[in-house]
T-cell receptor, first 110, second 112 residues
Framework: RKEVEQDPGPFNVPEGATVAFNCTYSNSASQSFFWYRQDCRKEPKLLMSVYSSGNEDGRFTAQLNRASQYISLLIRDSKLSDSATYLCVVSYSGNTPLVFGKGTRLSVIA | EPEVTQTPSHQVTQMGQEVILRCVPISNHLYFYWYRQILGQKVEFLVSFYNNEISEKSEIFDDQFSVERPDGSNFTLKIRSTKLEDSAMYFC??????????FGQGTRLTVV
């Protein structure tokens, strides 16, 4: 069973649309959760950490459901600059290595 | 803003040659990692390093790979005898403690 699973997409959405990505993880002992963004041939960059209570940063909202082992990312009012691959990332405890999903590709179209 | 830096940005090497990829982590970070990403595939963990020793490694990190922190600032990944399948982006990352990791811009390794 894959450790972190994501729908690879691509999601093609018009500017201004709201889009949601989901991710599931297999290890129930996982403690830290993140969304990273990766542009083509660039390094992953932290978009936001995901907290149990859910958190919001501008147009981005992340949710965690520990019971279902499920993480989500909602992007409101999509911009052309949001086009990228969104990586769901999990860390099992403390400073254990980050485990990456394959990513979900988003294209925002004018 | 502090950042992780990697050199070189692109390395082309012949099969069987040794390569050393270099990284300067963020200065007050404690945990250091190497990851790789083969074109079109996911980011894969290679090795983590803490307190001057390897703390964890993946199945990919075999005897051909080694890591070193020779001088307290640089963090290097050595591949002893490169194979065609070692061609990938190699990312260095560092982390303070139990929080997010920050990645360098990567070294694109091409083995010919």
């Amino acid at each position: 069973r894959k450790e972190v699973e994501q729908d690879p997409g691509p999601f093609n959405v018009p500017e201004g649309a709201t889009v949601a990505f989901n991710c599931t993880y297999s290890n129930s002992a996982s403690q830290s959760f993140f969304w990273y963004r990766q542009d083509c041939r660039k390094e992953p960059k932290l978009l936001m950490s995901v907290y149990s209570s859910g958190n919001e940063d501008g147009r981005f909202t992340a949710q965690l459901n520990r019971a279902s082992q499920y993480i989500s990312l909602l992007i409101r009012d999509s911009k052309l600059s949001d086009s990228a691959t969104y990586l769901c990332v999990v860390s099992y405890s403390g400073n254990t290595p980050l485990v990456f999903g394959k990513g979900t590709r988003l294209s925002v179209i004018a | 803003e502090p950042e992780v830096t990697q050199t070189p940005s692109h390395q082309v090497t012949q099969m069987g040659q040794e390569v050393i990829l270099r990284c300067v982590p963020i200065s007050n970070h404690l945990y250091f990692y190497w990851y790789r990403q083969i074109l079109g595939q996911k980011v894969e963990f290679l090795v983590s390093f803490y307190n001057n020793e390897i703390s964890e490694k993946s199945e990919i990190f075999d005897d051909q790979f080694s890591v070193e922190r020779p001088d307290g600032s640089n963090f290097t990944l050595k591949i002893r005898s490169t194979k065609l399948e070692d061609s990938a982006m190699y990312f260095c990352a560092s982390r303070f403690d139990r929080v997010e990791a920050f990645f360098g811009q990567g070294t694109r390794l091409t083995v010919v």
